[in-house]
């Protein structure tokens, strides 16, 4: 089994950074990309962007300049530094990931949610 856990949501002022932390942990052989999500209320969930395995990134446009993501493979881990937030920001943030599993299948993984608040 495999299982995405995310961290680093809260509160935080119009302005203000925070950095989200995606860990993948699990029967694991490799990961290929590596993605964020947000979710609004009364919203589709949206892609924020996304990184391969060998670090190409994406990212929407509502964030580009303002967000970063990165990925540390020795850690199975995907990170979101979110900078200059603003409240449209605000929403449930999921990790997603596609991983091949140890039994050779390729699975793409969610993980459960971290809520970013951006409000003052």
């Known amino acids: 089994q495999v299982q995405l856990v995310e961290s680093g949501g809260g509160l935080v002022q119009p302005g203000g950074s925070l950095r989200l932390s995606c860990v993948a942990s699990?029967?694991?052989?490799?990961?290929?990309?590596m993605g964020w999500y947000r979710q609004a209320p009364g919203k589709e969930r949206e892609l924020v962007a996304t990184i391969s395995s060998v670090s190409s990134t994406n990212y929407a446009d509502s964030v580009k300049g303002r967000f970063t993501i990165s990925r540390d493979n020795a850690k199975n881990t995907v990170y979101l530094q979110m900078n200059n937030l603003r409240p449209e920001d605000t929403a449930v943030y999921y990790c997603k990931a596609n991983i091949w599993t140890t039994m050779g299948s390729l699975y793409h993984y969610w993980g459960q949610g971290t809520q970013v608040t951006v409000s003052s």
């Open positions: 699990g029967t694991i052989f490799s990961i290929n990309a």
